[in-house]
C-alpha cells in the first residue's frame, strides 16, 4: 500500500487545523443541467476557470476515482457505487431511498475504528486555478461536497478531512461539528443528498499543500462508527468569498449535555448568606439594549422593563445572555442541539401595553463575521397573563429562512456568542412599547426534550 495513503488512514504526523465551523449552502449557481464535470471523467482535463469535479453528482467519477481504506489500511476502489472493507462499506443510496438522487453513497463506519474515504488518481492534474489566493480583486477557491449524517459521532471522536504534504505530513481539517450539525437536517435540494459544505483551498495551501501537481484532493476520515451519504465533491474556483464558507479555524466551547443551563435566578437556599439570590448558567451576564431596563423580581426570574420611554420613536430594545468569567469562553458549538434539540424557557408577559402585535421575539447571535440566526416570532399573546413554558426547536433558529433551499448555518452554530436573546416584535417611530413587561427564566438547551 502507498506510504500516503497510510499515513492518511492512520492520520499521524499531523499538522492541526482547527476548522470545525463548516457550513451549509446551497447558493451555487453553476448549471448542472450540462453535466457540470468541470473536466469530465477521469483523465479529462479541467475546463478553465470553472468546477473541477472529483465525483459528479449523478454518480460520474470525475477526474478522480474514489476509494476507502480500512482500519487493517487495505485499499478498495469504489465500483458502480460499492466498496466493502473490513469496517467500512459503501453502498449506492438510489437503491435504498428512492427520493435520492442518483450517485449519492451511503457510507457506514463500524467497528470502532477509523476509517476513511479518499480520491485519488495515477495521474496529477493541475488544479491550482481553484487555489488561487483571494486578494482585493479576486476570491481564492473552496473544496465542496454534499454531505447528509445520519447519526452523530461519539462524542470524543472527531471526522475530519486531510491532504498530503510533499514531505509526507498531512494536515487536518476537523468538521465533526459540521457532521453533527446536519445530523437529521433536511435536504437542501432536490439532486444531492444533504447539506452543501464549502471549505476554502487556503486551509490547505496556507499549510503547504501543492495543488499544481495533485492526485489526492479530498480525504475524509471518521474516528467513530457513522453512517452518513456523500454526493457531488468538487473544487470551485473564485468561492472563497460567498456566503456560508467556514473560515479556517475558531475557538468555541462544544456544548454537548443532555441539557445545558443557560440562566436561572432563585433564591438563595443557604439563609444565612447575605447573597439573597442566585444566578446560575452558562449565560450568566445579562444585559438590557435599546430602551429595556432590568428588573429582579422577588420571586426569581429577570424581567424587561419598557418605562419611562412615552415619546421616544421606535422605542424597542430587548435583553441578552451570554456566558462571563474568566473560565468560560464566550463562544459556544451548539451543533449537537441541531437534530432534535431545544432552547426552553419560562415566559410571563405581565403587560403587553400598547404593542399592536403583542407578539416577542427570540434569537441567537454570533460574533462579528458570522451569520447570527433566524428570529422566531413567538405566538400573539403568549404568556400572559400566565407563565409558560416556551420551547423553539433550535432548527427553526438555524434553518435558512429567506427561502425553501433548507440550508442550515453551522458556521453560526458553532459560534454563538449571546446564547439567548428576546424583545418584542419592533414597532413603527410612531408607537412606544411604555408600560410593557415581560419575564424570563429557567433558560436551558434541551436534547430530545420529552413531548
Not at 48 to 69: E, F, H, M, N, R
Request: proline content about 5%; glycine content about 8%; some cysteine.
Amino acid at each position: 500500500m502507498d506510504i500516503r495513503l497510510k499515513e492518511l488512514a492512520r492520520s499521524v504526523m499531523l499538522v492541526t487545523l482547527s476548522a470545525s465551523m463548516l457550513s451549509g449552502c446551497m447558493d451555487d449557481t453553476y448549471d448542472y443541467s450540462q453535466g457540470g464535470n468541470g473536466g469530465g471523467g477521469g483523465g479529462g482535463t479541467p475546463t478553465p476557470g470553472a468546477i473541477y469535479t472529483i465525483y459528479g453528482y449523478q454518480g460520474s467519477d470525475g477526474l478522480y476515482p474514489l476509494k476507502v481504506i480500512d482500519d487493517t489500511d487495505n485499499v478498495y476502489t469504489i465500483e458502480n457505487g460499492i466498496a466493502q472493507g473490513t469496517n467500512i462499506e459503501v453502498s449506492p443510496v438510489s437503491a435504498i431511498r428512492a427520493d435520492s438522487a442518483e450517485g449519492s453513497l451511503l457510507v457506514k463506519i463500524t467497528g470502532g475504528s477509523p476509517a476513511t474515504i479518499i480520491a485519488e488518481s495515477d495521474t496529477a492534474y493541475d488544479l491550482s486555478k481553484a487555489a488561487n489566493e483571494a486578494d482585493e480583486e479576486n476570491s481564492g477557491g473552496t473544496l465542496q461536497f454534499y454531505l447528509k449524517p445520519k447519526t452523530q459521532t461519539a462524542t470524543d471522536k472527531k471526522v475530519f478531512l486531510t491532504l498530503p504534504k510533499s514531505d509526507g505530513t498531512a494536515t487536518e481539517v476537523d468538521i465533526t461539528g459540521t457532521y453533527n450539525a446536519f445530523v437529521n437536517a433536511p435536504d437542501a435540494d432536490s439532486f444531492a443528498a444533504g447539506q452543501n459544505v464549502k471549505i476554502p483551498v487556503s486551509c490547505f495551501t496556507d499549510l503547504g499543500i501543492d495543488f499544481s501537481q495533485n492526485t489526492l484532493p479530498f480525504s475524509l476520515t471518521s474516528e467513530s462508527d457513522v453512517e452518513f451519504e456523500l454526493n457531488h465533491i468538487r473544487l470551485r474556483e473564485k468561492t472563497s468569498t460567498e456566503k456560508y464558507v467556514l473560515p479556517c479555524s475558531m475557538d468555541s466551547e462544544l456544548l454537548s449535555e443532555p441539557a445545558s443551563l443557560l440562566y436561572r435566578r432563585i433564591k438563595n437556599p443557604d439563609t444565612e448568606s447575605s447573597q439573597k439570590y442566585l444566578e446560575e448558567g452558562i449565560s450568566n451576564f445579562v444585559s438590557a439594549w435599546g430602551l429595556a431596563s432590568l428588573g429582579y423580581p422577588s420571586e426569581g426570574g429577570i424581567i424587561a422593563n419598557y418605562n419611562n420611554v412615552a415619546g421616544n420613536q421606535s422605542a424597542n430594545g430587548g435583553i441578552t445572555f451570554k456566558a462571563k468569567g474568566t473560565d468560560l469562553k464566550p463562544v459556544k458549538d451548539i451543533s449537537r442541539y441541531l437534530a432534535n434539540g431545544v432552547v426552553s424557557f419560562d415566559l410571563q408577559v405581565l403587560s403587553y401595553a400598547s404593542h399592536p402585535d403583542q407578539t416577542l421575539l427570540v434569537k441567537m447571535e454570533t460574533p462579528q463575521g458570522f451569520n447570527s440566526s433566524t428570529s422566531v416570532t413567538l405566538a400573539q399573546g403568549l404568556g400572559y397573563p400566565d407563565q409558560v413554558t416556551v420551547q423553539i426547536p433550535i432548527q427553526d433558529l438555524f434553518l435558512e429562512a429567506s427561502d425553501s433551499s433548507n440550508r442550515i448555518d453551522a458556521a453560526a452554530l458553532q459560534n454563538v456568542e449571546k446564547l439567548f436573546a428576546i424583545n418584542p416584535t419592533p414597532v413603527d417611530d410612531k408607537t412606544d412599547l411604555e408600560g410593557m413587561k415581560f419575564k424570563v427564566d429557567n433558560i436551558q438547551l434541551i436534547m430530545d426534550p420529552t413531548p
